[in-house]
């Protein structure tokens, strides 16, 4: 089951191996030499794929039902944060060198919806992103009239994500932006600009950041 430093658990249809509870005919890929250490994984459903070339310490993976995907890329880092994914052909996607914090959690509801995360995108710890309210609302007794339909987010490429902000679902947040702390984000986000606050609006507009360390 261990080839190569990958664990691909495909051809076994139930594996219930330390923290892997993998239900159904579903791939696992993990790039064991590197990181992907301590993770709990939990997948119930069929054709679903959990592939991570990048480093994820202490994570929880949480995928039911069918034909989903999370794909993390290289040179990616994730530290004990939450992937949960209830439905069909949804995906979460960490795109190359971008990093997670602590505590955060990415969640997907539904049918067809999707998380992408950018390429050297920096989130910090205990953020939310929610791609679904997880609960139906509907109106006037109609429960086919659902108000609060689940919705992608998009995430652009070197967008910094302050600590304990949320993002919720129908939002793009483009290049070079930067979310404040404990920002609650609930509309797309224009690239190279600075939103803050509950909901999150705009304070400054033409900036841009760097990862290291402020020397100022
Ligand atoms: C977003 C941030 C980087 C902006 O810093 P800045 O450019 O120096 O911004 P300022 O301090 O000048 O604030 C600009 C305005 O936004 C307000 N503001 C800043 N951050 C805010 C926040 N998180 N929530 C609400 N309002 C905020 C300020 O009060 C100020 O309002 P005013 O113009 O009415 O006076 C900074 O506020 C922040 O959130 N830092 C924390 C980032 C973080 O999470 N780091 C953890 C490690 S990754």
């Known amino acids: 089951m261990f080839i190569l430093g990958f664990s691909i658990s495909k051809r076994y ?9 993998i239900d159904g005919r579903n791939t696992i890929r993990m790039k064991w030499k590197f990181g992907n250490r301590h993770n709990k994984i939990v997948v119930r459903g069929h054709n679903n794929i959990i592939e991570s070339i990048g480093k994820v310490y202490e994570s929880t993976f949480r995928v039911i039902g ?3 995907k999370i794909n993390i890329l290289h040179n990616c880092k994730i530290l004990d944060s939450s992937f949960v994914i209830i439905g069909n052909q949804c995906n979460i996607t960490f795109q190359e060198k971008s990093t997670c914090g602590h505590g955060c959690w990415f969640v997907v509801m539904g049918n067809g919806h999707h998380i992408s995360i950018g390429q050297d995108t920096m989130i910090s710890d205990d953020v939310d992103i929610w791609a679904s309210d997880s609960h139906a609302i509907f109106k006037d007794g109609n429960e086919a009239d659902v108000i609060n339909l689940s919705g992608d987010i998009d995430i652009g490429a070197h967008v910094w994500i302050g600590k304990k902000s949320v993002v919720l679902k129908n939002v793009r947040i483009n290049e070079n932006a930067i979310v404040g702390i404990a920002s609650v984000v609930t509309k797309d986000v224009p690239a190279n600009c600075i939103v803050v606050g509950n909901p999150a609006h705009v304070v400054n507009v033409g900036i841009n950041w ?7």
Do not use: A, M, Q
């Open 13 to 21: 249809p139930f594996v219930h191996l330390g923290n892997w509870h």
């Open 66 to 68: 069918d034909n989903n």
């Open 210 to 216: 760097e990862r290291s360390h402020i020397k100022v």
